[in-house]
């Protein structure tokens, strides 16, 4: 770098450096230029993959699952000694947490070994825009036998569609990735098929005074996610 008590340089010598930089100017915009799409292109393929939901099987396929008379689904043996109900909201972050962390667990320990069979009761959460469509698409999926890879789906990338201002287009993906029935999955979406049950599930929640979600009833007793295991263990060893 010229100082500014140096002497300026001669014209002629002025002109050569700046010719001299000519190539090396050039070459350093193609790089740039380069730099540019290269970004735009990791980042067009990443805002395309976003729109694709993380498949993860929480549910062994082999736990017996079904509905309850009331239209409630469940997972777990009919003859399971404890029957737990879980009153939760697909837009609730706590359920998400406790569907990923603690609900495997619950599977495998109890679930799986016909000890506990569990019941989901929807409970949307006034002020979450998307619950009731969340809770919808899970008995739509429930519909082609998969409310509860549905029911997992959801939870697991709840971050990608609880802020949506229509959610449906997202969730009929997901029921693309599972294999559904696309057309069958919107055309239940789009009818509200199961809006009037999700409501319903609301009003008996309400009914018997459940102060959030996740709460977990066994035997009318309510626990909530960091007890309910104890609360398992508890039960089993009573009977």
């Known amino acids: 770098m010229t100082s500014p008590s140096s002497p300026a340089p001669r014209g002629r ?60 689904y469940y997972k777990g043996a009919d003859s399971a000694p404890v029957v ?36 989901y009761h929807e409970l949307p959460i006034q002020g979450h ?3 009731v469509p969340a809770a919808e698409a899970a008995r739509c999926a429930g519909d082609q036998g998969a409310f509860w890879r549905m029911h997992d789906m959801l939870f697991v990338n709840q971050r990608q569609w609880a802020g949506l201002a229509s959610p ?17 999955f919107e055309r239940c979406l789009a009818d509200d098929t199961h809006r009037s049950a999700i409501e319903a599930a609301g009003t008996s929640a309400a009914a018997q005074q ?4 996740p709460t977990f009833v066994i035997n009318g007793e309510q626990y909530d996610a960091a007890t309910v295991q104890s609360a398992i263990e ?4 009573g009977q």
């Open 13 to 72: 010598a002025v002109r050569a450096k700046r010719e001299s930089r000519g190539p090396w100017l050039f070459i350093g915009l193609g790089i740039i230029v380069v730099g540019i799409i290269v970004i735009a292109v990791i980042a067009s393929s990443s805002g395309q993959s976003a729109d694709a939901g993380r498949v993860v099987e929480l549910v062994p396929d082999a736990v017996p699952q079904g509905q309850t008379p009331e239209g409630f």
């Open 84 to 119: 737990v109900t879980e009153f939760a909201d697909f837009q609730c972050p706590a359920c998400a947490q406790y569907a990923s962390r603690l609900g495997p667990t619950i599977d495998a320990r109890y679930i799986k070994s016909g000890q506990v069979r569990l019941i």
């Open 129 to 131: 825009a998307n619950a």
């Open 168 to 184: 449906d287009a997202q969730f009929a993906g997901y029921a693309a990735q599972l294999g559904l029935d696309r057309p069958a």
């Open 210 to 213: 459940i102060p959030g979600t």
């Open 234 to 237: 508890a039960a089993l060893a």
